[in-house]
């Protein structure tokens, strides 16, 4: 985490061993692809005093919640509220003329503004992150503080990859947390900032 920040923005994500958040052919009415349902049967002990429990009312005492574009379409814009109410911010490449998103909603076009809105936004709680494509945007541009990544011990073998397209450069994390829950093991990554690496 940036010194002096106390609200992290913090990528949430289900990742099988091989990298995959969603299997192949993901779109609407398939959202999470051929298979990729596989994932979140962690999510059945969501209601649990037990790990994954707690991880996921940790998730859902975040502030606000940066999505990417496709995210945010294969999840029906999440009607406006992703939970509590939260701002939501979508980061898109382009937003179309009479295009409002619904309920708590925005759309930013660029990744260090939505950074510094979703910071101000969120007061003194964290800032969750979803979709590959906005995760792979924030790190790229230095702005994910912490991954919470629930690891499932399956190789979907093909699908939609998190870190694909982060460029050539090394990223150096701090692995903080480690909880063993039945299913899925969830990670919590330090991203080192690059003075931190030199």
């Known amino acids: 985490m940036k010194a002096g920040v106390s609200n992290p923005i913090r990528l949430y ?32 002990d969501r209601e649990s005093d037990g790990p994954s429990g707690q991880v996921y009312r940790e998730a859902l005492a975040t502030g606000a919640v940066i999505s990417g574009r496709r995210t945010f379409e294969l999840a029906g814009r999440w009607q406006g509220d992703h939970h ?14 009479g295009d409002v998103p619904p309920g708590h909603a925005r759309f930013v076009t660029d ?27 924030l790190l790229r541009g230095g ?15 093909d699908g939609r990859r998190l870190f694909d397209h982060l460029g050539d450069g090394h990223i ?10 039945r299913d899925v093991t969830h990670l919590r990554y330090r991203v080192r900032r690059p003075e931190e690496t030199a």
């Open 13 to 44: 994500m289900s990742m099988s061993l091989d990298g995959c958040i969603a299997g192949p052919d993901d779109r609407p009415g398939q959202e999470l692809g051929r298979g990729g349902g596989r994932l979140f049967n962690w999510l059945d």
């Open 143 to 157: 702005h994910i503080d912490e991954m919470e990544i629930h690891l499932v011990p399956v190789l979907l073998g």
């Open 84 to 97: 509590d109410g939260v701002p939501i911010f979508v980061l898109t490449h382009r937003v179309d003329d």
């Open 172 to 181: 150096e994390l701090d692995l903080v947390r480690r909880l063993e829950d």
């Open 111 to 137: 990744v260090e503004e939505c950074a510094r809105q979703a910071r101000a936004a969120a007061g003194d709680r964290p800032i969750m992150v979803h979709g590959a494509g906005a995760a792979q945007a």
